[in-house]
């Protein structure tokens, strides 16, 4: 079968509240080949912070994880508000989390949460010089904590799996590259 | 407020079909704190391969992910069969996306695909030598084309972000890791 871009016929939504935006679409995925229903999350646009300090250490946040029913170290980061600016959602949910800031920003990147099912991307910032200033800023539902990972913590984390949302790990991975590559900074 | 494993106190099915299992729990995430719903998306397992020649280059494949709207250039997988081995489920997708067949197998690791709403991990196996041997097995829904990818072809992809899926993109840096270091051998 070769290939082609599918076309909505019809479209409901299964759930739309505060926390979740389901769609189920009926989707021609090639001429006369219809399947129906074809699941859609719709999601805001996703950010996430990679923060070393002037040592090389890098700033991970942990957090139960429900889905999953774990604890894992993750990249601060989270939803960017609608209207919101990549880098400023950044450097809030950097700030928010963990009380950091950091003194340069450059983008990383950004590729498909998960685009089969997803609408949204996810975007990594690197952020050099970062030191935590004040106090984090948590909402009554967020319990967080945060602290700073040697380049060889973080391998170890990554190897048993406490690091241990994919997601993250390749903006890990990216930002490495990044720092090893002269690049200009973000937000001017 | 202190870290703290969250509680289900009920659950029920929001979509339960052969495509999604969507659940909304009524969940204590701090003692007397309740969040209802909460949504949870049930999966299985996801298993990658991230396929080398002996040239060093990489097998894509490239498909329409509806979610997102875009073609990407993705690591070829897919979902774990219930009960089926993690590195069989590795070689099967391997070869009925690609036709593609393996000289040696290492497992690279696993971690959570979205830990907060997900309860399955995604898992990447390294393989050598590949060589397309046969004719790709797909079914009636699947379009999927294959090619090699050189080093530069990869990096280019990542960059302009055609190797779209942030999870695949973690896989692959790990494979990097992998093959420059002495590893066992999958599968025995």
Known sequence: MPLFRWLRLASRDVVRDRWVRLRADCV?????RIIDPYYVLEENAWVHAVAFDAADRLLLVRQYRYGAGVFTWELPGGNVDPGEDLLAAAQRELTEETGAVAATWREIGSWYANPARQDNRIHGFLAADARIVAAPELDATEAIESRWFT???????????????????????????????????AGG
Do not use: S
Not at 28 to 32: D, S, T, Y
């Open 28 to 32: 021609e995925i090639a001429p006369g």
């Open 151 to 185: 380049p060889a913590e973080v391998e170890a984390a990554i190897a048993d799996g406490t690091f241990g949302n994919v997601m993250h790990l390749a903006l890990y991975h990216r930002a490495l590259l990044a720092r090893a590559q002269p690049g200009p900074r």
